[in-house]
């Protein structure tokens, strides 16, 4: 099962700054997301990492189409997404959903748990009748692990981690092939976490989802996901399999995210060497030139500050755009276990 | 197993529909509104005002009284003073010999009605306009946000004054669609308030709109219209009675205040503010004719004021997220 459900190219999201109140004049442009490709294979988990303000979120958004992009296409099932509208859109937006990173701003507090998860019926028109509806949403209730008996509560009822559970709900309720889920349970307690992790996997095996599925560290996608993308300032820096991203990183950026996993107990006896990025995050208003790491790198030399590195296959098989990717003996001394 | 539960809990009817019913935001405004005295007793105050001016012509009769434009000059001494309270004329009369307990029931009903009319059009159209400029943005939100700015530009009562005099004419305004009288007393101050509404509204909605909810709702196929009324203007309910509940007692003194400059309500229709008016040059030997129509005033505009403090405390507690 390798073919692809939505395919990016060359996706490209500046926000621009602009100054002035009747006459807007652009000061900067913020660079979001910066000519990302990318596919989503049909029934995988794609994990999409990368510190705060990398554009995993813009680019979550400009998957489901809540953001139009600069430039750059996304196909879905070979439809362009980006250019759709009217019909053909409101047809589009029943395949693909997003499940939200804040659990309390993504439930409107004035509406009940059962109506919020009922809404996608009322717009699209599904469902007619309320009986029909109510028991489409109690299922949906059960089958997210809530008690539809409280379908008729409000949000400030439920904990976060159940709030998160009525978006999943509301998410699944138009049945959609494609799930985005943008840092799921980051607001979550750690404890509460693995409970909607684990939800979403059951999930994804018994309805057949595909996820995007978000994270800003390495930790959580481990078990979640098929494949790993690595984002740092609105670049894809490294595209592999789980297995082989956790066992041989590539690029020095995912190295030192990595580094940073913390690592069970049992194994904390073997040397590691914990590799701390040096520097700031440049600023995405003005990244620097070629390739974006090259400030904070470790292996940077001088091709790197003036030939942006194209993503290319590496040993291994990952897909990483580096000029001097690391060896397996760099990688196995930050992560002991390969 | 899950069909039988959905099942069990529609035929279970009441009993299973009241057990999983859940306290509503609006519950615990109820019940936080009720543990206030002040407001509630100043909401009876209220209800009570209204009543009084909804049935004055059947009180009138009852006390035998005549009706407020009713000129009696036996009511007035020889030198022409009017007489004060007594068995026939509660409250006096005033230098007309008309009942001035008549006048401030009458007096009552123009100032509800102004008030209320005026406020429900500014929250209106304060409330859509405000919406609709926080939403789109862009030239919308400029346009309506500059028009706001160049009104609030101008002092209050002179722009009410300006306004009320040229539609005060014959003809009215706005092509003879504003009357003089009420219609003009009505459509000044709904001219003038809109812009606070506006404002407020318009600042709530650029952080609602902001929302996950909102962009939820969008991802799901929700039209602008939809997310507007349906996911925005219920969280807007809110601030907008708070809002509405503080600007009714300032909308009837802005009557009154209209009416005592003679550009409010035209004689000889009664209204309070025009009383106290009259009654200004009479004060020193007829302090009824000031003394009724202002205390009415005063205690209807505290009775406005608390009930508006009430409502803010019991909306806005941090609870309701
Ligand atoms: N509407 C916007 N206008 C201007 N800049 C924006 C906007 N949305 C996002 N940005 C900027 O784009 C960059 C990428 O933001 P994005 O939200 O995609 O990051 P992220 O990877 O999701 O971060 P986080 O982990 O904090 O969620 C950030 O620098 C952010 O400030
Ligand atoms: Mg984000």
New interface residues.
Partial sequence: MTDTLMSVSHLTKHFPLTEG??FQREVARVHAVDDVSLEVRRGETLGLVGETGCGKSTMA?MM???LDPTSGTISYEGEDVTAASGAR??RL??E???I???P????????TIGS?IA??FA??GLLGSD?ARR?RV??LM?QVGLN???????P??FSGGQRQRV?VA?ALA?APKLIVADEPVSALDVSIQAQILNLLRGLQRELGLTIVFIAHDLSVVRHMCDRVAVMYLGNLVELADSDTLYRHPRHPYTGALLSAVPVAAARSTVRRERQVLEGDLPSPTDPPPACRFHTRCPKAQEICRVQAPPLTPKDGGALAACHFPLADEEASAIVPTA | MSVETFEAAETGGLTSESAVQARTPWQLFWRRLRGDRVALAALAFIVLLVLVALLQAPIRSLLGLPGPNVQNPAALDVFGTPTGPSAEHPFGVDTLGRDVFSRVLAGAAVSLQVALISTGIAVAVGTLLGMLAAFYGGWVDTTFSRMADVLLAFPVLLLALGIAAACSGAEGCAGGLIQPGIGTVVFTIAFINWVFVFRIIRGQTLSLREKEYVEASRSLGASNRRIIFREILPNLVAPIIVYASLLIPQNILLEAALSFLGVGVQPPQASWGAMIADAVTVFDTAWWFMFFPGTALLLTVLAFNLVGDGLQDALNPRSDR
């Fill in positions: 109140v009747v958004r489901v189409r809540l859109l409101k937006r029943r693909m959903q997003m939200f990173q804040d309390y701003s993504s439930l409107n507090p004035r509406k919020i809404e996608p717009i699209h009986g028991r109690q299922e059960e539809p008996e409280h379908y008729n509560r409000y400030h009822e978006g509301r138009l």
